[in-house]
């Protein structure tokens, strides 16, 4: 029994340290001898295509916040007027939110509201639909409403009214 253990030990330990060393050197980003080192990926020392100069992310002036359903004949109303109206709002800083309440077991829109730290605002319109609360991202004031009452002309107004104030 003496003799069985090196013999099965020795082996085992020449393993582990051909592991060990494989995964180093795999770790190391070196090639063995004799192969040629992979080919550079194009691209891969230049930027990400349309990058510019890195900065923070920049934080949105106004949250046009769309309180929809789709069983809701307002919200069908208003979706292409607020579509055609927010063409207009294409690179400005605003963040569409649509609180989608088809499902009225989901929390999802409620969720979406704590998240964004306007939780109160749940509060007074949960399950209410067929508009769009322009909320001012610092002070978490409703600056307008919009409804499917209004014309597209009207929209445009109200939300290019909240991103200048």
């Known amino acids: ?68 359903a789709d069983w809701c004949p307002g919200c069908k109303a208003l979706k292409p007027k607020l579509e055609e109206a927010m063409k207009d709002a294409a690179g400005q800083p ?16 409620e969720y979406m509201l704590a998240a964004l730290g306007l939780g109160d605002l749940w509060k007074e319109h949960a399950g209410k639909t067929g508009f769009v609360l322009l909320v001012d991202s610092k002070t978490h004031r409703v600056v307008n409403t919009i409804t499917y009452k209004q014309e597209v002309q009207e929209i445009k107004s109200a939300l290019m009214a909240a991103l200048k104030a």
């Open 1 to 68: 029994m003496k003799n069985t253990l090196p013999r099965l030990v020795a082996p085992a330990l020449a393993a582990l340290a051909i592991s060990a060393a494989g995964i180093a050197f795999a770790q190391s980003g070196s090639s063995p001898s004799g192969t040629p080192a992979p080919a550079k990926q194009p691209g891969s020392d230049s930027k990400p295509s349309g990058a510019t100069e890195a900065r923070a992310a920049e934080a949105p002036k106004i949250i046009a916040i769309n309180f929809y």
């Open 94 to 109: 605003c963040l569409t939110v649509k609180l989608d309440q088809t499902d009225k077991d989901s929390k999802q829109a």
